[in-house]
């Protein structure tokens, strides 16, 4: 589910100069990584602290400062859900077979 967030200004700086063009100087050690890969890696950083999914980013009409994005489930939370799930399927299973068994003759 979408959720509203505000960054903080130097949350927003960082952004900004993350999608700066990075001067290529010619070393050994290689190519540097593009304003994209670099922006990709901010929004990272920011999900992760933040608790949002970083590829679920979508601009808000507020302001530069806001945007939406899914909230981030933690992995145990995804164990929880999941596990709730399968005994719920399990209750559902073990009265289907208790249906059956007092239908038959």
């Known amino acids: 589910m979408k959720k509203e ?4 200004e130097a949350d927003f700086e960082q952004i900004k100069e993350a999608c700066k063009p990075v001067l290529m100087i ?14 990709n890696r901010a929004w990272k950083v ?5 608790g949002f999914d970083d590829m679920t980013v979508e601009p808000s009409s507020k302001g530069a400062r806001f945007f939406t994005a899914d909230e981030m489930v933690r992995a145990a ?5 999941q596990n709730e799930t399968d005994l719920h399927n399990e ?11 007092s239908k038959s003759p």
């Open 91 to 101: 209750r559902e299973n073990d009265e289907d077979r208790k249906d059956c068994k």
């Open 26 to 39: 010619a070393l050994q050690c290689g190519t540097p990584s593009s304003p994209q890969e670099n922006a």
């Open 46 to 50: 920011l999900g992760e602290r933040m």
């Open 5 to 8: 967030y505000e960054m903080t």
């Open 77 to 81: 939370d995804r164990r929880i859900n």
